[in-house]
T-cell receptor, first 113, second 114 residues
Framework: SQQGEEDPQALSIQEGENATMNCSYK?????LQWYRQNSGRGLVHLIL?????REKHSGRLRVTLDTSKKSSSLLITASRAADTASYFC?????????????FGEGTQLTVNP | KAGVTQTPRYLIKTRGQQVTLSCSPI?????VSWYQQTPGQGLQFLFE???????NKGNFPGRFSGRQFSNSRSEMNVSTLELGDSALYLC?????????????FGSGTRLTVV
């Protein structure tokens, strides 16, 4: 079952605008990760934020994490047509029997030139 | 550094057949995980292997199995294929199981069951 819920499910913006995607989850986590997927291909790791961190930056990406609200957001600034893809949040929990990622349903981002 | 290699890229099988998918992780990575992606269920965890041992298993029937070899390469097998097994199967590698750095995914194997 999907732990995470993402909104919006789809987002369409113009090049140069900022895109914000939100993710909510249900259980305690070790870290939360964001991935990008282009048209049915493999997932590309974008950024990881640990449970004791509140904000993290990587290039044009900014991720926030609010563990009290069990939510995270991904901001892409100055978007480009090449940013068009599906974006997934994934929570990581260490378990005594190993680890796994639990993915949200994803946000389909379309950046129009 | 070579990425995660999954073979084959595409596969068409008939209901009732079995299939084996292969994944070669990044050199030096000892943890391999498998995920299934379908339009209806999204991305779901199948299994995790570390040092040839299955460490974690998702909620899939026993028809889904896997293994890891001493060189960290992994295979997953699906027996008695059903139409609902049609999916993109993704393999992910990481240095260990603690995963504080994120996973590197392969391009996936697209399985179609007819």
């Amino acid at each position: 079952s999907q732990q995470g819920e993402e909104d919006p499910q789809a987002l369409s913006i113009q090049e140069g605008e900022n895109a914000t995607m939100n993710c909510s989850y249900k259980t305690s986590i070790n870290n939360l990760q964001w991935y990008r997927q282009n048209s049915g291909r493999g997932l590309v790791h974008l950024i990881l934020i640990r449970s004791n961190e509140r904000e993290k930056h990587s290039g044009r990406l900014r991720v926030t994490l609010d563990t009290s609200k069990k939510s995270s957001s991904l901001l892409i600034t100055a978007s480009r047509a090449a940013d068009t893809a599906s974006y997934f949040c994934a929570t990581h929990r260490g378990e005594t029997s190993g680890s796994r990622l639990t993915f949200g349903e994803g946000t389909q981002l379309t950046v129009n030139p | 550094k070579a990425g995660v290699t999954q073979t084959p890229r595409y596969l068409i099988k008939t209901r009732g057949q079995q299939v084996t998918l292969s994944c070669s992780p990044i050199s030096g990575h000892r943890s391999v995980s498998w995920y299934q992606q379908t339009p209806g269920q999204g991305l779901q965890f199948l299994f995790e292997y570390f040092s040839e041992t299955q460490r974690n298993k998702g909620n899939f029937p026993g028809r889904f199995s896997g293994r890891q070899f001493s060189n960290s390469r992994s295979e997953m097998n699906v027996s008695t294929l059903e139409l609902g097994d049609s999916a993109l199967y993704l393999c992910a590698s990481s240095p260990g199981t603690a995963n504080n750095y994120g996973y590197t995914f392969g391009s996936g194997t697209r399985l179609t069951v007819v």
